[in-house]
């Protein structure tokens, strides 16, 4: 990860929980936390790890500012209590980061096979391709190269390649009606 955490979990647990005010776990793995972006005495904050990185929502300063504007404000305010700025992604800057690498991988040469399990892994939030029980594991997940070879399976990807693809500005080849760049 940018933060040189090795996981999503690592940064969340060695990284931002230090900086955090009264965190308590939840049931979902992450922690309810009180919130640096406006008075808070009631824990509205939660933040926990994503597959990409560490995600937070503000659900005070959501339902009064929106969704993107909470973003943007929580994230400051958690700066503001030195959380490490790499350690909160801004997702556009994500989107745009995961399009690059995708459009290096789509379009930098080797096998195709070797791509598909490359993309597999950046979507589960990997640098680069895991080793031993870990590629075994991405290797048999739905977005795995069990479908990568079986081309039947390639269906499941168009939803969360055609935007991508969109993004990645104009190919080479596209793949008809699927959007998704060969
Ligand atoms: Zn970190
Ligand atoms: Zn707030």
């Known amino acids: 990860m940018r933060c040189g955490a090795r996981t999503p979990r690592d940064c969340l647990e060695d990284h931002v929980w230090p900086y955090l005010r009264e965190p308590k776990p939840t049931a979902g793995g992450g922690y309810s936390v009180l919130a ?3 008075e808070d005495t009631t824990h509205s904050l939660t933040i926990s790890a994503g597959v990409r990185g560490v995600v937070w929502c503000c659900h005070a ?3 009064r500012l929106g969704k993107e504007l909470m973003l943007t404000r ?3 305010a958690l700066i503001g209590d030195h959380v490490p700025e790499r350690c909160l992604p801004i997702p556009a800057d994500e989107a745009r980061d995961l399009t690059e690498e995708i459009r290096g991988i789509v379009f930098g040469g ?3 096979a070797h ?3 490359r993309i597999a892994a950046l979507m589960q939030g990997y640098d680069g391709l895991p080793g031993g029980e870990e590629l075994a594991a991405l290797a048999e997940s739905p977005s795995g190269t069990g ?3 079986a081309l039947a399976c390639v269906p499941i990807f168009p939803v969360r390649f055609s935007w991508l693809a969109a993004r990645a500005g104009p190919s080479r080849d596209q793949r ?3 959007g998704i760049v060969l």
Request: overall charge positive; hydrophobic content about 25%.
């Open 36 to 38: 640096p972006c406006h």
């Open 61 to 63: 300063c959501k339902a």
């Open 74 to 76: 929580t994230r400051q």
């Open 110 to 112: 080797g096998s195709r």
């Open 115 to 117: 791509g598909w399990l």
């Open 147 to 149: 479908c990568a070879f």
């Open 176 to 178: 008809p009606g699927t």
